[in-house]
């Protein structure tokens, strides 16, 4: 079985980052990707924005949380992954979010909101025990634990 997701768009709000109680971080993206299509005999030209939410996790999270903002363009690589609560009221509500594996900064180096800008380079989610610190940093890469939470076992 596959579940594979890629898309690429802009950044609709800057992103929500929080750090979970065992110290490991995530970011939330609201992100949007649209269709244009033209109709062959008027020439009309129409288009389809498609909202996403995105979820990364910790070293991906960390370059979310240094460089993208609202009007960034990215790619993303991930899966597709449904949630299932009762709200408030008692009623079942679902959400459908991307988990997120891989992400590249796309656009511009002026287009970067912060001076120092990230290289124009990809950013993968490790599931071994250690990750690689991205290119943007003059550090040679260190192997980081990563914490016993499982994303898809957390409750939101």
Known sequence: MVNKVILIGNVGADPEISTLES???VARVRMATTERSRNRETGDTTEHTEWH????WRGLA???D???RKGSQIYVEGRIRTREWTDQSGNKRY???ILA???????RRS?????GAAPQSGYQQSTQP???QPAYQQQPAQPAPLPADDPDDLPF
């Open 23 to 25: 110290g490991v971080k």
């Open 53 to 56: 939410s995105i979820t990364l």
């Open 62 to 64: 960390d370059v979310v």
């Open 66 to 68: 240094r460089y993208v």
């Open 95 to 97: 959400s459908t979010e």
């Open 101 to 107: 594996d891989t992400m590249n900064l796309l656009g």
């Open 111 to 115: 287009d970067s909101p912060q001076q």
């Open 130 to 132: 250690a990750y690689q």
